[in-house]
Nanobody, 116 residues
């Protein structure tokens, strides 16, 4: 089973940028589809972005399309989320996720707070 550890969260002003990283261990990293989910206070966890096993196919939630970019480095067992033009509504705990088909395994999350 894969273990996931996120880093890179923090406090940023609206319009700023952050880059989240996720280090994976266990399992065969290149066999996993990877993604990012987020959960804001009082809201359900929601999909943010997803990337295929070799990184050639990505998908995004409409709310982040054009602002966020997901990428992966199979040589480093890592997945990233570059977040630009951040908005207060992006404030949430961000979770790295992995799975062979669906995103079944999650990390412990990293807090992102965007101030207005």
């Amino acid at each position: 089973q894969v273990q996931l550890v996120e880093s890179g969260g923090g406090l940023v002003q609206a319009g700023g940028s952050l880059r989240l990283s996720c280090a994976a261990s266990g399992g065969i990293f290149s066999s996993y589809v990877l993604g990012w989910l987020r959960q804001a206070p009082g809201k359900e966890r929601e999909f943010v972005a997803r990337i295929s096993r070799i990184g050639n196919i990505t998908s995004y939630a409409d709310s982040v399309k054009g602002r966020f970019t997901i990428s992966r480095d199979n040589g480093k067992n890592a997945v990233y989320l570059q977040m630009n033009s951040l908005k207060p509504e992006d404030t949430a705990v961000y979770y790295c996720a992995a799975g062979t088909q669906t995103l079944d395994y999650w990390g412990q999350g990293t807090q992102v707070t965007v101030s207005s």
